[in-house]
Antibody, heavy 120, light 108 residues
Framework: QITLKESGPTLVKPTQTLTLTCTFS??????????VGWIRQPPGKALEWLAL???????RYSPSLKSRLTITKDTSKNQVVLTMTNMDPVDTATYSC????????????WGQGTLVTVSS | SYVLTQPPSVSVAPGQTARITCGGNNIGRKSVHWYQQKAGQAPVLVVYDDSDRPSGIPERFSGSNSGNTATLTISRVEAGDEADYYCQVWDSSSDHYVFGSGTKVTVL
């Protein structure tokens, strides 16, 4: 059974760096073709893909946020970490991680998400 | 970057058929995935690769994709189908993932 869970601060101040951790079980990021992505959703708005890391440590970032994002993995801990620099109130959103199964390009399992509010 | 356009809302009576469109340039050449998101919940994959259903998804959910439009069809709509629906593709030209703007389905 695949599960994912996001953890991190619920409140950050403007200009601070956000660090979120996705802890997963039921699959390995050593398995060929597997990926873990981050997606966010501002309150009342649409889903927005942020970043994805593959089993081979290949990484992809949203072009509009690429300069602010870093995604890394720790396969020994079954974790994926996303950092976003220079946070702004418009970055207030629910941040979710999701499993990307090989050989597909869809997200078949999602975490429940964590709401991050950016406010001074 | 690649843009996916969905109608903001679709209303349908119980027992009828709801069709949700997802427009994109030559989207018929891409694999389209659809997610259902009920209020306060995480998205659930309901259709992948244009028309395949994950295990546990009712046959009432089906998908098609051709030209510049992909469509998610919900047959025999039930009150429990009321949710936001999002399409998603992987844009091979940029190697990025893209979500549509979302469609709110209201069951009358």
């Amino acid at each position: 059974q695949i599960t994912l869970k996001e953890s991190g601060p619920t409140l950050v101040k403007p200009t601070q760096t956000l660090t979120l951790t996705c802890t997963f079980s039921g699959f390995s990021l050593n398995t060929t073709g597997v990926g873990v992505g981050w997606i966010r959703q501002p309150p009342g708005k649409a889903l927005e893909w942020l970043a994805l890391i593959y089993w081979d440590d290949d990484k992809r970032y949203s072009p509009s946020l690429k300069s602010r994002l870093t995604i890394t993995k720790d396969t020994s801990k079954n974790q994926v970490v996303l950092t976003m620099t220079n946070m702004d109130p418009v970055d207030t959103a629910t941040y979710s991680c999701a499993h990307l199964p090989p050989p597909y390009n869809s997200f078949d399992y999602w975490g429940q998400g964590t709401l991050v509010t950016v406010s001074s | 970057s690649y843009v996916l356009t969905q109608p903001p809302s679709v209303s349908v009576a119980p027992g009828q058929t709801a069709r949700i469109t997802c427009g994109g340039n030559n989207i018929g050449r891409k694999s389209v995935h659809w997610y259902q998101q009920k209020a306060g919940q995480a998205p659930v994959l309901v259709v992948y690769d244009d028309s395949d259903r994950p295990s546990g998804i009712p046959e009432r959910f089906s998908g098609s994709n051709s030209g510049n439009t992909a469509t998610l069809t919900i047959s025999r709509v039930e009150a429990g189908d009321e949710a936001d629906y999002y399409c998603q593709v992987w844009d091979s030209s940029s190697d990025h993932y893209v979500f549509g703007s979302g469609t709110k389905v209201t069951v009358l």
